[in-house]
């Protein structure tokens, strides 16, 4: 018994002259006879069980004369054009295609009944091809998962009809960001040193002349980074995630205040014989060939400055912090010198005014503490050094720090740009390794199914919101990664499993796998160097908005409304929630919460949470 389409009798049209097609391409030099046997091969795969056995068994030895013509070949072949989805496919690819669901009589089948089964099954010879197309619930997780779905027979006919459509976007998206991601790492890697590989800080010493002009050894804590990079000051100083910068920090901010009140109760200690003097409190002036002069500033008062704005008295009195920067210049030395006594005959003390200023300013550490050090000892601790100061309340730390761009207003931190830029920097390679592996697999496949633009929105988004609630709950301790895009990027897989819920065939076990894949990740998120809060944050934006962009099935009206209040809901509820996250962040700036260092790393030692609790520190040593 022959197939109606493979006609007794029937010659092909324009013999071997006739070109033959292939994938709906025209390619011409192709044996017809070969082709047609290949053509009911196709055929044949389209019946259903014993239709496919009976038919292979009866085509299998027609002769030329009953295999059907090149003309019926070419009309079965576009007859699907009339239907829109195969049009629709026919003009994305550029040339006309046949329909890429299998057809076995009456019924559509979405996958495989077979245990195991984690994709449809293959579509026939001669389609488009499915390589690198997306459906939806398929695709990477998919197959690490072992997921399986419900037959399409099942479904009702609308579903099948929303099934049908492949998705197979191009990865514009994950392949810009992973770019952008490997050349950043290059830049910092070639600009700042890597630092000591570990996980608690590593004591540096040194011996050197000190600027009280003695050899000490000295030493300071160099932060380490496991991850095979920089260390932390360096990552802020190219635009981690760090409050300080970000915003002008009350506690930050009324700490300088503090250490302001301090330095006013300093003096300056000056050597006998005047080739050396420092700023610091008469408890730290301890030489026996040294003497302390109080309320003095090394270098600085008004009998040294000739500089006409500053010649008002008035200016120089009250708290050292509103004094003129005004240093004694050397051309004004031998002046200075033969100085007696003021108008009023008062004996002037200039000894402050003649010394060597052997210490100045020095902005260390990953906060800016200031602190009365050497230029040598400064270098040292890799710290900038400010030689034409001589006070720390004449330079801005912060402003050293931060780097970039600097600020539009002295002392008012404004770089609210490092909310977005530290999803595109890393710690090291390691994080480097991790991130583009991700990106390369699930962000891809997540990609060629919900497009760029919605791939981007929600990593964006997830971003973002990870790192402002890093910035609020953990404010002082430097960030960078896109590990809040990257559990962002977790949560749409979440939603995706919910709202297609009923074509898996147990969607229970389904959304179990995932969530226990998120909550070995959150696990390991408690180890130090890793925000746990980042990835909450993210996953929560994540989660919502991809609610409102994904694509989805509507399994009925009723459905589709309920979805679309859902996606209005989360919309609002996104806007509302990072609208809530910059009000706390710059206006309220709440961060107190004693019990969230369990969130982000569980102190098993007293040190391996360090760098996890990072708190305000003292800002001058002198």
């Given at each position: 018994?022959?197939?109606?389409?493979?006609?007794?009798?029937?010659?092909?049209?324009?013999?071997?002259?006739?070109?033959?097609?292939?994938?709906?391409?025209?390619?011409?030099?192709?044996?017809?006879?070969?082709?047609?046997?290949?053509?009911?091969?196709?055929?044949?795969?389209?019946?259903?069980?014993?239709?496919?056995?009976?038919?292979?068994?009866?085509?299998?030895?027609?002769?030329?004369?009953?295999?059907?013509?090149?003309?019926?070949?070419?009309?079965?072949?576009?007859?699907?054009?009339?239907?829109?989805?195969?049009?629709?496919?026919?003009?994305?690819?550029?040339?006309?295609?046949?329909?890429?669901?299998?057809?076995?009589?009456?019924?559509?089948?979405?996958?495989?009944?077979?245990?195991?089964?984690?994709?449809?099954?293959?579509?026939?010879?001669?389609?488009?091809?499915?390589?690198?197309?997306?459906?939806?619930?398929?695709?990477?997780?998919?197959?690490?998962?072992?997921?399986?779905?419900?037959?399409?027979?099942?479904?009702?006919?609308?579903?099948?009809?929303?099934?049908?459509?492949?998705?197979?976007?191009?990865?514009?998206?994950?392949?810009?960001?992973?770019?952008?991601?490997?050349?950043?790492?290059?830049?910092?890697?070639?600009?700042?040193?890597?630092?000591?590989?570990?996980?608690?800080?590593?004591?540096?010493?040194?011996?050197?002349?000190?600027?009280?002009?003695?050899?000490?050894?000295?030493?300071?804590?160099?932060?380490?980074?496991?991850?095979?990079?920089?260390?932390?000051?360096?990552?802020?100083?190219?635009?981690?995630?760090?409050?300080?910068?970000?915003?002008?920090?009350?506690?930050?901010?009324?700490?300088?205040?503090?250490?302001?009140?301090?330095?006013?109760?300093?003096?300056?200690?000056?050597?006998?014989?005047?080739?050396?003097?420092?700023?610091?409190?008469?408890?730290?002036?301890?030489?026996?060939?040294?003497?302390?002069?109080?309320?003095?500033?090394?270098?600085?008062?008004?009998?040294?400055?000739?500089?006409?704005?500053?010649?008002?008295?008035?200016?120089?009195?009250?708290?050292?912090?509103?004094?003129?920067?005004?240093?004694?210049?050397?051309?004004?030395?031998?002046?200075?010198?033969?100085?007696?006594?003021?108008?009023?005959?008062?004996?002037?003390?200039?000894?402050?005014?003649?010394?060597?200023?052997?210490?100045?300013?020095?902005?260390?550490?990953?906060?800016?503490?200031?602190?009365?050090?050497?230029?040598?000892?400064?270098?040292?601790?890799?710290?900038?050094?400010?030689?034409?100061?001589?006070?720390?309340?004449?330079?801005?730390?912060?402003?050293?720090?931060?780097?970039?761009?600097?600020?539009?207003?002295?002392?008012?931190?404004?770089?609210?740009?490092?909310?977005?830029?530290?999803?595109?920097?890393?710690?090291?390679?390691?994080?480097?390794?991790?991130?583009?592996?991700?990106?390369?697999?699930?962000?891809?496949?997540?990609?060629?199914?919900?497009?760029?633009?919605?791939?981007?929105?929600?990593?964006?988004?997830?971003?973002?919101?990870?790192?402002?609630?890093?910035?609020?709950?953990?404010?002082?301790?430097?960030?960078?990664?896109?590990?809040?895009?990257?559990?962002?990027?977790?949560?749409s897989l979440i939603v995706e499993v919910v709202v297609n819920w009923k074509i898996y065939k147990s969607p229970f076990l389904e959304l179990a796998k995932l969530l226990l894949l998120l909550a070995l990740l959150f696990l390991v998120g408690l180890l130090p160097w890793i925000d746990n809060y980042a990835h909450i944050g993210g996953f929560l934006f994540g989660f919502l908005?991809?609610?409102?962009?994904?694509?989805?099935?509507?399994?009925?009206?009723?459905?589709?409304?309920?979805?679309?209040?859902?996606?209005?809901?989360?919309?609002?509820?996104?806007?509302?929630?990072?609208?809530?996250?910059?009000?706390?962040?710059?206006?309220?700036?709440?961060?107190?919460?004693?019990?969230?260092?369990?969130?982000?790393?569980?102190?098993?030692?007293?040190?391996?949470?360090?760098?996890?609790?990072?708190?305000?520190?003292?800002?001058?040593?002198?």
């Amino acid at each position: 018994m022959s197939h109606p389409y493979y006609r007794a009798g029937e010659e092909d049209e324009g013999g071997e002259a006739m070109a033959g097609f292939q994938g709906g391409r025209r390619s011409t030099g192709v044996n017809s006879n070969r082709w047609q046997q290949k053509y009911q091969t196709m055929r044949a795969k389209k019946l259903k069980g014993d239709v496919v056995e009976r038919n292979n068994s009866e085509t299998g030895n027609l002769s030329r004369g009953q295999r059907p013509g090149a003309f019926t070949m070419m009309r079965d072949f576009y007859k699907g054009y009339t239907d829109p989805e195969t049009r629709a496919a026919t003009l994305k690819h550029g040339r006309p295609v046949q329909s890429t669901t299998r057809k076995f009589g009456d019924n559509e089948f979405f996958g495989s009944d077979k245990p195991g089964a984690a994709k449809r099954d293959a579509t026939m010879e001669g389609d488009i091809h499915t390589d690198g197309e997306r459906n939806i619930g398929e695709g990477f997780m998919a197959d690490i998962l072992d997921r399986e779905f419900v037959t399409m027979s099942k479904l009702p006919v609308e579903v099948r009809k929303q099934l049908r459509v492949k998705f197979d976007n191009r990865p514009y998206f994950t392949s810009w960001v992973m770019f952008v991601n490997i050349v950043i790492v290059i830049i910092t890697l070639a600009t700042q040193s890597i630092a000591p590989v570990g996980f608690v800080d590593k004591l540096v010493t040194r011996q050197l002349l000190r600027h009280n002009l003695a050899y000490e050894t000295i030493g300071y804590n160099q932060t380490t980074n496991f991850w095979i990079g920089p260390d932390y000051q360096s990552l802020i100083h190219l635009g981690a995630k760090y409050s300080p910068c970000m915003r002008k920090d009350k506690e930050y901010f009324e700490k300088i205040e503090d250490d302001i009140a301090v330095e006013d109760g300093t003096g300056c200690c000056i050597r006998e014989d005047l080739n050396a003097c420092w700023q610091t409190k008469q408890s730290q002036c301890t030489s026996s060939f040294a003497k302390f002069k109080e309320n003095k500033v090394c270098g600085l008062g008004k009998h040294g400055c000739y500089n006409e704005a500053y010649s008002n008295e008035s200016l120089w009195e009250g708290a050292y912090s509103t004094w003129p920067n005004c240093p004694v210049e050397e051309e004004h030395r031998a002046e200075i010198s033969a100085l007696d006594k003021d108008k009023n005959g008062v004996k002037i003390e200039k000894d402050h005014l003649l010394c060597e200023v052997s210490a100045r300013p020095c902005c260390i550490g990953l906060q800016g503490e200031c602190t009365i050090v050497s230029q040598e000892e400064c270098s040292f601790r890799k710290g900038f050094f400010h030689e034409n100061a001589t006070l720390c309340s004449q330079v801005s730390c912060i402003t050293d720090v931060c780097g970039l761009s600097g600020f539009l207003f002295d002392n008012v931190p404004d770089q609210f740009y490092r909310a977005l830029l530290p999803t595109f920097m890393h710690a090291g390679i390691i994080h480097l390794a991790i991130t583009l592996v991700f990106q390369a697999t699930i962000l891809r496949d997540m990609e060629k199914f919900a497009g760029w633009w919605r791939i981007g929105f929600i990593y964006f988004a997830s971003g973002i919101g990870g790192t402002m609630l890093s910035a609020i709950l953990i404010p002082y301790q430097p960030e960078v990664g896109a590990s809040g895009a990257l559990y962002g990027i977790l949560a749409s897989l979440i939603v995706e499993v919910v709202v297609n819920w009923k074509i898996y065939k147990s969607p229970f076990l389904e959304l179990a796998k995932l969530l226990l894949l998120l909550a070995l990740l959150f696990l390991v998120g408690l180890l130090p160097w890793i925000d746990n809060y980042a990835h909450i944050g993210g996953f929560l934006f994540g989660f919502l908005t991809s609610f409102v962009v994904l694509p989805h099935v509507n399994f009925s009206e009723e459905d589709r409304i309920a979805k679309l209040v859902v996606q209005i809901a989360c919309g609002v509820l996104s806007v509302v929630l990072f609208a809530l996250l910059f009000i706390v962040f710059y206006l309220a700036q709440g961060s107190t919460c004693e019990n969230c260092i369990y969130i982000n790393c569980i102190p098993f030692t007293d040190s391996f949470c360090q760098d996890s609790t990072m708190e305000l520190r003292p800002r001058i040593g002198v």
